[in-house]
Nanobody
Framework: QVRLVESGGGLVQAGGSLRLSCVAS????????MAWFRQTPGKEREFVAG??????SYADSVKGRFTISRDNVENTVYLQMNNLKTDDTAVYYC????????????????WGQGTQVTVSS
């Protein structure tokens, strides 16, 4: 059974930092593209950052502030979020997909339960 478990969310002031973690089990972690998506009420889920063997990619809204990384020994993917803005407030989801999944959420097979990030002004 595949499980993705996120942690690290919370409440932070604008300009602050948070580091999200996602621990995967039940899959051959190194074979999967990993990504972070986020969603706010009434809006579609949006791609934040992704990482695979070919490199990493970011949404324009977070480029230069967020960094995605992975540890294929610990089966963990991270999202370091710096200089947070109120617009970053959302539930953040970790996802695992086939190589080349890119920014398309339908290409991701497995999802975590989400972790809330709230940025106050």
């Amino acid at each position: 059974q595949v499980r993705l478990v996120e942690s690290g969310g919370g409440l932070v002031q604008a300009g602050g930092s948070l580091r999200l973690s996602c621990v995967a089990s039940g899959l051959t972690f190194r074979s999967y593209a990993m990504a972070w998506f986020r969603q706010t009420p009434g809006k579609e889920r949006e791609f934040v950052a992704g990482i695979s063997w070919s490199g990493d990619s970011y949404a324009d809204s977070v480029k230069g502030r967020f960094t995605i990384s992975r540890d294929n020994v610990e089966n963990t993917v991270y999202l370091q979020m710096n200089n947070l803005k109120t617009d970053d407030t959302a539930v953040y989801y970790c996802a695992a997909g086939t190589p080349g999944a890119g920014r398309r959420d339908y290409r991701y097979n497995y999802w975590g339960q989400g972790t809330q990030v709230t940025v106050s002004s």
